[in-house]
């Protein structure tokens, strides 16, 4: 056993999604730094997704930029047929796209419900469907699904009911996948986050609540998004070959409290 190449995810070819912004672009600078190439898919190619693709460039991978939503299944198979057509068989991926946001149950109508579910679960079993259909036919791969910690617990002070299940729901969803799968090749994992620095919840409207993210954590702070790397490359590369159905929450010991 060559314990350091454990990590080493030189000859894979990586799909993110969620790569323009916080957690997603972060793991996929990473991703390319352990040595892997990246498709990068966000709704919009924009700014974002431009700064991964320079960073992953100066890194000496190679990238693809994609705008898909990950509401559409027929745009995320076409992703995954250009991300192999462009950069080969597809064996890892990362699914970082989501949205969040709050409103008290009894207030909340069903478009603010369905629409959040829609990106945050469905999306994630589109993305791994589309994901899977390529590495089932290499009969290897892994994959990595961003639930959160909200998944585990209810956030003190937070109204969002609906958010708090999709995680909940991407959590089992994995662990689901996983048993589908497992006989064929494919790990499948959650990373629960606790409170992170990114711009879902750095903007300057959320400074009230940022300190309360903070006070309410063990750690007495929130995870850079440096800090999910880590836990993204462990659970996607060979260090990790024997797990699979596994969330693993990176949240600075929150749930112990
Ligand atoms: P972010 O807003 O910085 O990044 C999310 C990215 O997903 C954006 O680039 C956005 O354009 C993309 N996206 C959103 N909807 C999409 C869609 N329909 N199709 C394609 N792309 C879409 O947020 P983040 O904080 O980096 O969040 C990333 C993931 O981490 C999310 O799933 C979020 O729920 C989860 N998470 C975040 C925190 C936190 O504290 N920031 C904690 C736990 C879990």
Known sequence: LNAPRL??????????????????????????????????IDRRDDDGLARTAEFIASAGRRSISVAADVTEGKALDEAVARTEAELGPLTLALNAAGIANANPAEDMEEDQYQTLMDVNLKGVFLSCRAEAR???????????????????????????????????????????????????????NSISPGYTATPMNTRPEMVHQTKLFEEQTPMQRMASVDEMVGPAVFL?????????????????????W
Do not use: P
């Not at 990595?144 to 969803?173: F, P």
């Not at 797990?243 to 749930?255: A, M, P």
């Open 7 to 40: 990590f080493d995810l030189t000859g894979n070819v990586a799909l993110v999604t969620g790569a323009g912004s916080g957690i997603g672009q972060r793991i996929a600078m990473g991703l390319a730094q352990c040595g892997a190439d990246i498709a990068l």
């Open 236 to 256: 996607l590369s060979e260090a990790a070959s024997f797990v699979t159905g596994v969330d693993l929450l990176v949240d600075g010991g929150f749930c112990c």
């Open 134 to 188: 390529a590495m089932l036919a290499h009969g290897r791969g892994s994959i990595v699904n961003i639930a959160s910690m909200s998944g585990v617990i209810v956030n003190r002070g937070l109204s969002q009911c609906h958010y708090n299940a999709s995680k909940a729901g991407v959590i089992h969803m994995s662990k689901s996948l996983a048993m589908e799968w497992v006989g064929r090749g494919i790990r499948v």
